[in-house]
């Protein structure tokens, strides 16, 4: 269990998150929405132990993230940040390697070849293993990084896991937008990870978390099942967009569509 | 594919790398050792490749000493109280050299980081330049104490300030500024070199070594003492900067990335700092700054063989060895009865490198 508590983040004089309070089970996918400059990307660093809060506590499985020894909580939480640069000419298969790190600190074993070929497999990128991941497209590199890190959390560690996702469609086609949510619901499902992705499509977002928590101004205005989140007072309560509701013809997931402001 | 079919193909993945790691090693090393021979063999003297290797097995003080035939007598006092010291000393610094230049680009993420260019053989030749000169009478008696690692003290505290404000000038949150690296490189050398300049202006001729010495770097004063201190304090600085090999390249991904694969960032910076001030502070107190080494050798395995620092930097220890091996016995025959300081043949070797690096990199550095 991912436990925020009370928690918020001060940069300088600048408040950038203040009274989060957030329970994210594993088994469970929970994307993060808000309008640009809502501080999602400070919640997600503060969720990974980057950042320390100025403020209340973080907690993975019962035990403050500060308390966590580096080594330990990089076998069970994984982040893949936005604009991830790499410097030297790594293929792509060595920079997922990068992600077997914690469980080796050395040589390179066959198990981490193994995870490594799989994690490409599942994000569809084993055509760019031997490529110089510096000459890859945004979407290749997003999917490499993606890779990367479902292969430094690939095995069912001593206690839960926890997949932090920060932006992972910004550089994608639709349709590689839908595979890697489709992969991330499919970690969720595995039952011991918890995943957590901010999401800037609502729709998308809608089609395949469990919850949704809208940030605006540094604090969560609502976090809640699909349903109760995707009503039009909600959205245009987060994003002052004016929008309708409808229902997807596949399922009925709620869309929301904006109005045209003239 | 059955199961146990693909788990040979990545168990043949992985030993595949081991293999590729242990033929580039033991090919380089090879290489090193038959340069040693030939380059031991080479020079006013010279020493056919089979004698030295005769003469190898018969150390001074020992049974086989003894029986040198008379004729021989003069090329074993040459091989073993010249050219040996010498080679010995050349194959330390080449190592610490590459191996700091390598471990530098890695924490400073660019490949144009090397120890003689950003300054830190000049912190350290400037303070083991000031230990002589004005150390005067304790420096002496330092030297009565603990001999030949007197000097690398200074040269160490000169080599660590330069490392520590390279770091501090040039990186913030994380990321670093290849413009401002090579520019506060430049400032902090200049410096050096000034004030070694007015040193040897200062000094009596007996205290210290000329300014081409310092500037330009030497392997000809080379002595057995020396070498043990080089192998001492270079060598094991040496060996710490390849323990943290692979920890050097989750820093490819950043610092935030390396701490959440479970480095600390900061711990990993110190060790490497203290390390490579300690590396190049013990050689340089002896040699003198030579240059280019940490840029080419480095880069050329990378060219090579990829950039995974779990190779490149045992790898360019030996590149290192032999470039300065080479450097070495050039600046010795080029104008023979004189030798050419061996700084100039490396830097003739290493500027067109570095010019080249810069051009690929117009765009990162901001131009």
Known sequence: ?262 | MNSSASTMQFATQASRSLQLRSRVLIGLGIALAILVVLAAGIGAVSIPPLDVLKLLMSPPGSAAWQSIPQEQIQQAMVLWNIRLPRLALGVLTGMALAVSGAAMQALLRNPLAEPGLVGISGGAALFAALAIVLGGGWMVALHEMIGEFALPIFAFIGSLIATILIFVISTRQGKTSIALMLLAGIAISSLCGALIGLMTFIASDLQMRSLNFWSLGSLGAATWPMVTMVACLSGSSVLVLLKQSSALNTLALGEVQASLLGISVRRLNQICIAAIALAVGAAVSVTGIIGFIGLVAPHLVRLSVGPDQRLVMPAAALVGAILILLSDLLARTIAMPTEVPVGIVTALLGVPFFLALLFRMRRKIGI
């Open chain 1, 1 to 262: 269990m991912l436990e925020v508590i009370n928690t918020g983040l001060n940069i300088g004089s600048k408040t950038l998150l203040s009274d989060i309070n957030l329970m994210i089970a594993p088994g469970e996918l929970v994307a993060i929405c808000g309008p640009n400059g809502a501080g999602k990307s400070s919640l997600i660093r503060l969720l990974s132990g980057e950042l320390k809060p100025s403020v209340g506590e973080v907690l993975w499985d019962s035990k403050p993230l500060s308390e966590w020894s580096l080594l330990k909580l990089a076998r069970q939480r994984a982040l893949m940040q936005q604009h991830a640069e790499v410097g030297f000419s790594y293929t792509a298969l060595e920079i997922i390697l990068l992600g077997r790190h914690p469980h080796h600190q050395g040589t390179s074993r066959p198990q981490d070849y193994q995870i490594a070929t799989a994690a490409m497999e599942e994000v569809d990128a084993s055509h760019l293993a031997d490529q110089v991941y510096t000459t890859l497209s945004g979407g290749e590199q997003a999917r490499v990084q993606m890779a990367r890190v479902l292969a430094q959390i690939w095995e069912a560690a001593a206690g839960p896991r926890l997949l932090l996702l920060d932006e992972p469609t910004a550089a994608l086609d639709p349709r590689q937008q839908h595979r890697i949510l489709d992969i991330a619901r499919k970690w969720a499902n595995k039952g011991d990870v918890a995943v957590v992705a901010i999401v800037h499509d609502l729709n998308l977002a809608a089609q395949y978390a469990d919850r949704i928590a809208l940030l605006r101004d540094g604090r969560l205005q609502a976090v809640g099942e699909v349903e109760t989140i995707m009503t039009p007072a909600m959205v245009e309560a987060c994003f002052d967009l004016p929008c309708v509701l409808l229902n997807h013809p596949d399922g009925g997931t709620p869309m929301i569509a904006a109005r045209r402001q003239l």
